[in-house]
């Protein structure tokens, strides 16, 4: 498969490393080569399979558009943008291509949000719920979109706010905690990311799952089968 890679950070580099491992073609355009989504041209995406985005919030809907438009398949890493998911999702509906996108791509993530889905129900008894996340001090985005995906698991559970802390400090990779406070105990869930590698191998995995499917999908309904 021959795959594009929007963006040059740290997760996207990564990404790159593992797709080739893997036996894929890649190729890296960079955001300083790509403003406005102006090199992403029908002609040279018709080279690709599918397109991969782990650039920054700011960017992700234009290079939706120019992606769709031109009948690729997308897997979206970058997080940042879901107050325009309505909006992405009609292109993808309309120009009838695949999408998947996800707050986090480290399958170990996606069964973290299981045992949180599994923990809600300790809200209607008593127990008190907080969110905290770390992260690098150069994300973008805060809070996380995983803590918002915990946040939108929880509250449709129990109907009940819960309010997110988030940190940025040195290098952290990505921790993500859920505690439930009662006046008998505490309990503590924890996902803390050793390295990018997991969220690279997801969406090198998501994009090998996607080839031949249409629609648009999101990573943590569909992680069991890639």
Known sequence: MKILLLGAGKTGSLCADVARECGHQVEILRASENPGASALKRDRLSAFQVVIDFTTPHCVLENVRACVRAGKDMVVGTTGWYQQIAEVRTEVETHQTGFVYGSNFSLGVNLFFDLVKAAAPALRQHYLPQIYERHHAHKKDAPSGTAVTMQGILQQASGAEIEITSFREGEVVGMHELVLES????????????????????????????????????????????
């Open 183 to 226: 006046h008998a105990d505490t309990i503590y869930l924890c996902h803390d990311a050793k390295s990018r590698r997991g969220f690279a191998e997801g969406a090198v995995r998501a994009a090998e799952w996607l080839a031949g499917k249409k629609g648009f999908f999101e990573f943590k309904d569909i992680w069991r089968e890639v």
